[in-house]
């Protein structure tokens, strides 16, 4: 790998991570500001996002290769299980702050490695094993804060298990797409594809929820946070993050990726006034330790295996 190439992959994977991170307080800003509804407002975000990737069939190869993206299963799982996963994310970060939506989201590294034994035939060594129960612990301790501490008590044993739901999700997507990320040099056209079946599931959600623009007012000025998370933190941040992918690859591209909780927490804090109270000191340093563990490989005779089953990379939000 050429030095440019190396610092084009940090730059990019250090732009993404950022803007990642600033989604959890612009969405929750259209949660408490603009009075938003969770389907409404996932389903203009990624309508804007598609319209905004468009530009992309301009090129007639682009829209046959999107064709034909479009008619294979291994797309329609990827699009649907990720719509399902923004959908569990919006609906349950409405109901709690956004330092907690982004810790427990991220807890999604926690899971995948089960899910990449399940599906991609990966092993699962027994200090990854310890950290994911170190991760669970820490998860825990982060949800009986939220259950006990002052607010909406209900909001949130419907909203905690919601955003924890989602985070499994994402670690679904992410174990089962690696396959189709890395078998094609087209990575954004395949996202822009599974982006219209996630659209789909969006909307079925709204449906049964009522929940869809049309259905609830929306007003004018939440284009402003809709436009913002569609082109910086779903276009721009992915296309980023697939660069660093090229140029780094997962395993160190997904270090530089906790950064965007540090921003959500930083960012929360500023712009809504947040203030991480014990449990989120605790919990937080947990997540933090097992994901260290996970991530950072053994060196002893199995590091080529932990090698082997550390690539999982995320999906934004």
């Known amino acids: 790998m050429h030095k440019k190439q190396s610092v084009t992959g940090y730059l990019a994977i250090l ?9 959890f307080p612009v969405i929750k800003i259209g949660f408490t500001e603009l009075n938003l509804s969770p389907i409404t407002f996932l389903t203009a975000r990624f309508i804007l996002t598609i319209v905004i990737l468009s530009p992309l069939l301009l090129k007639r190869s682009a829209r046959r290769d999107v064709a034909a993206y479009l008619k294979k299963p291994d797309i329609m799982i990827l699009g649907a299980v990720n719509g399902a996963a923004f959908s569990f994310q919006f609906i349950g970060q409405a109901r709690v702050s956004a330092i907690v939506a982004s810790l427990l989201l991220n807890s999604y590294i926690l899971f995948t490695p089960f899910f990449a034994r399940t599906l991609l035939g990966t092993q699962i060594t027994s200090r990854k094993k310890f950290a994911v129960l170190i991760g669970f612990f820490g ?30 999700l ?31 599931v969006i909307l079925i959600a709204g449906l049964i929820l009522r929940d869809l623009p049309g259905l609830r007012p929306f007003p004018l000025p939440a284009l402003l946070p809709v436009a913002y998370l569609s082109l910086f933190c779903t276009a721009l941040a992915f296309i980023l993050y697939l660069h660093a992918i090229h140029q780094l690859g997962s395993v160190d591209s997904a270090v530089y990726l906790l950064l965007n909780i ?21 919990g937080a340093s947990l997540i933090f330790l097992s994901i260290y563990l996970i ?23």
């Open 262 to 282: 540090v921003v959500g927490i930083i960012l929360s804090y500023i712009m809504l006034g947040e203030i991480p109270d014990t449990f989120i000191y605790i």
């Open 170 to 200: 994402y670690s679904l997507y992410i174990a089962y797409s690696e396959k189709n990320m890395n078998s094609t040099g087209k990575p954004v056209l395949i996202f822009y594809a599974s982006t219209i079946y996630s659209l789909l």
């Open 295 to 317: 991530k950072k490989p053994r060196q002893t005779r199995d590091s080529q295996e932990c090698m082997s089953t550390e690539k999982e990379e995320p999906q934004h939000t």
């Open 15 to 23: 732009g993404a991570s950022i803007l990642w991170g600033t989604s």
């Open 139 to 168: 998860t825990a301790v982060i949800a009986f804060g939220n259950f006990t501490g002052k607010g909406n008590i209900l909001g949130s044993l419907i909203g905690v298990p919601m955003v924890l739901f989602a985070g499994v």
